[in-house]
C-alpha cells in the first residue's frame, strides 16, 4: 500500500478520505441548540434530544427494530466525536442513551455537506437519468447554487437511506440504517463499545486463510447486489468495514441501477476491476481473482450479457 504522502498526490475516488477514529469520549463537540428551540435547553444530560421523533415511519430503519436501538422518547443524544472526515460528508460517533438508566447504544452520524461545500464530486454520472420533478429544483441542481447544493446533499442521503434499508432487507451485509433526517444519517456503529471504530478493509492486513475467507464474503455479497440489478458505483477496499471476521459495505448513497443508468455495465466493471486488484495484490492463493471473470460473473448476474461458462473461484450462493 502506498504510503499516505503518495497516496495523497494520486487521483482520489468518490470517499477515499484518510480515516479519523475516535475512542472514548475524544475530541467530543457539544452541538448547539437549534434557533428558538427551548426544549433544547435543561437536558439531562448529552447534547440534544432524541431525534426518533423527528423522522416520519418511511425514514426510520426496517422493522422489526432491533432489540439494541434506543427508539425511546426521553433518550438523549451525545456526541462523542468525529470517526471519519470526508470531502461530501463527515461521520461522527453518538451515544443514544436514555438518562437514568442503562438503555443506550451506540450510532454512526453520518452529516452530508450542504450549502458551504462546493459540489459533490462525480454525482452527474451517478444521478444520470434521475430527476426531481418541480423545474425549478432541477435548474437549482443544475447550476450548483446555493439551494441546488443543499437539495443534493438532501438527496445524498435519502439516497443513502434508501439503499440501506434495501439492502438490509435483502441480508447483505451493510449496517442498519437507524434514521434519516434531512441531511444527517444515522446508522449502527460497527466496532467495540468503548468506541472504537471497524477498520476499512484497506487498513487492514489478513493473512492467507482470512484474506480467502473475506474474498469469498465479498463475491457472494456483489453477486447478491448484481442479482438486485445494482453496482455499488465505487466499490473498495475503502469502502468495505472489517469486523470480527465480518466485511461490511458501506458508503451507498450513488447504488447504481444498472438497468436504468446506460453505463450500468461499466459501473459493474470498474467495482469488479478495484477489489479483484486489491485481492490480487495481497497475495490471494488458491483462487485467482480475476477483474475480468469478476466483471463476467456479476453481469451475468445482473442480466446485462450471457456468459459462456462459469469462471472457477467465483462460488454462486
Given at each position: 500500500?502506498?504510503?499516505?504522502?503518495?497516496?495523497?498526490?494520486?487521483?482520489?475516488?468518490?470517499?477515499?478520505?484518510?480515516?479519523?477514529?475516535?475512542?472514548?469520549?475524544?475530541?467530543?463537540?457539544?452541538l448547539?441548540?437549534?434557533?428558538?428551540?427551548?426544549?433544547?435547553?435543561?437536558?439531562p444530560?448529552?447534547?440534544?434530544?432524541?431525534?426518533?421523533?423527528?423522522?416520519?415511519?418511511?425514514?426510520?430503519?426496517?422493522?422489526?427494530?432491533?432489540?439494541?436501538?434506543?427508539?425511546?422518547?426521553?433518550?438523549?443524544?451525545?456526541?462523542?466525536?468525529?470517526?471519519?472526515?470526508?470531502?461530501?460528508?463527515?461521520?461522527?460517533?453518538?451515544?443514544?442513551?436514555?438518562?437514568?438508566?442503562?438503555?443506550?447504544?451506540?450510532?454512526?452520524?453520518?452529516?452530508?455537506?450542504?450549502?458551504?461545500?462546493?459540489?459533490?464530486?462525480?454525482d452527474?454520472?451517478?444521478?444520470?437519468?434521475?430527476?426531481?420533478?418541480?423545474?425549478?429544483?432541477?435548474?437549482?441542481?443544475?447550476?450548483?447554487?446555493?439551494?441546488?447544493?443543499?437539495?443534493?446533499?438532501?438527496q445524498?442521503?435519502?439516497?443513502?437511506?434508501?439503499?440501506?434499508?434495501?439492502?438490509?432487507?435483502?441480508?447483505?451485509?451493510?449496517?442498519?440504517?437507524?434514521?434519516?433526517?434531512?441531511?444527517?444519517?444515522?446508522?449502527?456503529?460497527?466496532?467495540?463499545?468503548?468506541?472504537?471504530?471497524?477498520?476499512?478493509?484497506?487498513?487492514t492486513?489478513?493473512?492467507?486463510?482470512?484474506?480467502?475467507?473475506?474474498?469469498?464474503?465479498?463475491?457472494?455479497?456483489?453477486?447478491?447486489?448484481?442479482?438486485?440489478?445494482?453496482?455499488?458505483?465505487?466499490?473498495?477496499?475503502?469502502?468495505?468495514?472489517?469486523w470480527?471476521?465480518?466485511?461490511?459495505?458501506?458508503?451507498?448513497?450513488?447504488?447504481?441501477?444498472?438497468?436504468a443508468?446506460?453505463?450500468?455495465?461499466?459501473?459493474?466493471?470498474?467495482?469488479?476491476?478495484?477489489?479483484?486488484?486489491?485481492?490480487?495484490?495481497?497475495?490471494?492463493?488458491?483462487?485467482?481473482?480475476?477483474?475480468?471473470?469478476?466483471?463476467g460473473?456479476?453481469?451475468?448476474?445482473?442480466?446485462l450479457?450471457?456468459?459462456?461458462?462459469?469462471?472457477?473461484?467465483?462460488?454462486r450462493?
Amino acid at each position: 500500500m502506498p504510503s499516505s504522502a503518495s497516496y495523497r498526490r494520486g487521483k482520489r475516488r468518490f470517499d477515499d478520505d484518510d480515516p479519523s477514529f475516535v475512542k472514548r469520549a475524544r475530541h467530543r463537540r457539544s452541538l448547539p441548540p437549534e434557533p428558538g428551540d427551548d426544549s433544547a435547553f435543561g437536558l439531562p444530560e448529552g447534547d440534544r434530544w432524541s431525534t426518533w421523533d423527528q423522522s416520519a415511519p418511511t425514514e426510520r430503519g426496517p422493522r422489526p427494530y432491533p432489540p439494541w436501538l434506543v427508539t425511546e422518547l426521553a433518550a438523549v443524544d451525545t456526541e462523542l466525536g468525529i470517526l471519519k472526515t470526508g470531502k461530501e460528508a463527515d461521520v461522527f460517533l453518538i451515544r443514544r442513551g436514555v438518562p437514568g438508566t442503562e438503555r443506550s447504544c451506540l450510532l454512526a452520524a453520518k452529516r452530508y455537506r450542504a450549502a458551504e461545500h462546493k459540489m459533490f464530486q462525480r454525482d452527474t454520472e451517478y444521478l444520470e437519468g434521475l430527476r426531481v420533478r418541480e423545474s425549478r429544483m432541477n435548474r437549482a441542481i443544475a447550476n450548483r447554487s446555493a439551494a441546488g447544493r443543499s437539495m443534493i446533499a438532501i438527496q445524498w442521503a435519502g439516497a443513502e437511506f434508501a439503499a440501506l434499508g434495501e439492502l438490509h432487507r435483502e441480508g447483505l451485509p451493510v449496517p442498519y440504517p437507524v434514521q434519516v433526517l434531512g441531511t444527517e444519517v444515522l446508522l449502527e456503529f460497527i466496532g467495540d463499545p468503548d468506541g472504537t471504530a471497524a477498520p476499512r478493509l484497506a487498513e487492514t492486513r489478513p493473512d492467507g486463510p482470512e484474506l480467502a475467507r473475506l474474498w469469498a464474503q465479498l463475491v457472494q455479497a456483489l453477486i447478491a447486489l448484481a442479482r438486485l440489478g445494482y453496482a455499488h458505483g465505487d466499490m473498495s477496499a475503502y469502502n468495505l468495514l472489517v469486523w470480527r471476521g465480518q466485511l461490511y459495505i458501506i458508503d451507498v448513497p450513488q447504488l447504481v441501477d444498472v438497468v436504468a443508468n446506460p453505463r450500468g455495465g461499466q459501473f459493474l466493471d470498474r467495482d469488479a476491476a478495484n477489489v479483484a486488484g486489491w485481492f490480487a495484490r495481497r497475495g490471494l492463493a488458491g483462487v485467482s481473482p480475476d477483474p475480468a471473470a469478476l466483471a463476467g460473473l456479476l453481469r451475468a448476474e445482473a442480466r446485462l450479457q450471457p456468459v459462456a461458462t462459469q469462471p472457477q473461484g467465483y462460488p454462486r450462493r
